[in-house]
């Protein structure tokens, strides 16, 4: 059974840069054909899918986030990161980490991760 | 850009059948968006219920279904329980390798 679990700051000073990882645990980050994706939800609203990733390194991003965010992943250590620049308070959110299949299911999800902007 | 709409909210009586709704700003949603549809409850992580329209993924009930009706894509509650009550999201694949989320409905029993 494959889980995803999200670690980070918690806390990031605007115009810094946000840092998140996903760490997959119960299965090989590079078997199957699937992607690996990042979504948010600022509190009190919906989901706002970020970009994703595939173990060859190839990623799509969300064009309105497109010019601050890097999505990369390790292999070895079965994991994938998010990048965010510029960070403002608009961009305090539960991040979420995700499984993506070619057919767009996403599934598993990872629980969460609450990252606050703000001085 | 391509918005994704749903119903803000929506409620329905226990037992009663609901339908919910994922469309386009423009034009119109086909198999070829994948929709997929999640459940959301506060302070949780969502749980998928239908992808690739009406595929039911694994311990959803048989209640939960997915279509297309009209130029939507469409995900039917029948025989409403009170743990439906919950947040629902659709999300469309618009190609390119990109996805959008719909704003969600928030689904009330009572």
């Known amino acids: 059974q494959v889980q995803l679990q999200e670690s980070g700051p918690g806390l990031v000073k605007p115009s810094q840069t946000l840092s998140l990882t996903c760490t997959v645990s119960?299965?090989?980050?590079?078997?199957?054909?699937?992607?690996w994706s990042w979504i948010r939800q600022p509190a009190g609203k919906g989901l706002e899918w970020i970009g994703r990733?595939?173990?060859?390194?190839?990623?799509n991003y969300n064009p309105s986030l497109k010019s601050r965010i890097t999505i990369s992943v390790d292999t070895s250590k079965n994991q994938f990161s998010l990048k965010l620049s510029s960070v403002t308070a608009a961009d305090t959110a539960v991040y979420y980490c995700?499984?993506?299949?070619?057919?767009?299911?996403?599934?598993?999800w990872g629980q969460g991760t609450l990252v606050t902007v703000s001085s | 850009q391509t918005v994704v709409t749903q119903e803000p909210s929506f409620s329905v009586s226990p037992g009663g059948t609901v339908t919910l709704t994922c469309g386009l700003s423009?034009?119109?949603?086909?198999?070829?968006?994948?929709p997929s549809w999640y459940q959301q409850t506060p302070g949780q992580a969502p749980r998928t219920l239908i992808y690739?329209?009406?595929t039911r993924s694994s311990g959803v009930p048989d209640r939960f279904s997915g279509s297309i009706l009209g130029n939507k894509a469409a995900l039917t509650i029948t025989g409403a329980q009170a743990d439906d009550e919950s947040d629902y999201y659709c999300?469309?694949?618009?190609?390119?390798?990109?996805?959008?989320f719909g704003g969600g409905t928030k689904l009330t029993v009572l």
């Open positions: 423009s034009g119109s949603v086909s198999t070829n968006h994948y």
């Open positions: 995700a499984r993506v299949a070619p057919n767009w299911k996403f599934d598993p």
């Open positions: 119960g299965g090989s980050i590079s078997s199957g054909s699937y992607y």
């Open positions: 990733i595939y173990t060859s390194g190839s990623t």
């Open positions: 690739s329209t009406n």
């Open positions: 999300v469309l694949y618009m190609g390119s390798g990109f996805g959008v």
